[in-house]
């Protein structure tokens, strides 16, 4: 069994920062797809970033350049630093993880909700003007 656990949300600026965690506990996350997801008051729940076992990531077009995701094996931590905050990255940030092996998609680890077994409960982000 895998349990995710997020942290670092809270109200921000826009154009700030914000570092988010999510602290996985159960099987390795080494071999494992790790992703996040965003959901905003239109309740749509959308990729915003993986990250696969070796390392490549995949972004969505919406954060690319600003977001970025990593991981730390040894402490089974996933990590998403955002820059560059504005009103529409604010939403209930989810961590999620695959349970069958990471699904690649024209070679890059996918961004398919439905690819992800695991979840968290989120951890909020709010994006003030």
């Known amino acids: 069994q895998v349990q995710l656990v997020e942290s670092g949300g809270g109200t921000v600026q826009a154009g700030g920062s914000l570092k988010l965690s999510c602290e996985l506990s159960?099987?390795?996350?080494?071999?494992?797809?790790m992703a996040w997801f965003r959901q905003g008051p239109d309740n749509k729940r959308e990729a915003v970033a993986v990250?696969?076992?070796?390392?490549?990531?995949n972004y969505a077009d919406s954060v690319e350049g600003r977001f970025t995701i990593s991981k730390d094996n040894a402490k089974k931590i996933l990590y998403l630093e955002m820059n560059g905050l504005n009103s529409a990255d604010s939403a209930k940030y989810y961590c999620?993880?695959?349970?069958?092996?990471?699904?690649?998609?024209?070679?890059?680890?996918?961004?398919?909700?439905?690819?992800?077994?695991?979840w968290g409960q989120g951890t909020q982000v709010t994006v003030s003007s």
């Open positions: 999620a993880s695959d349970k069958w092996g990471c699904t690649l998609i024209n070679g890059l680890p996918s961004l398919v909700q439905h690819d992800y077994t695991y």
């Open positions: 159960g099987n390795s996350a080494g071999s494992r797809c």
């Open positions: 990250i696969d076992g070796d390392g490549t990531t």
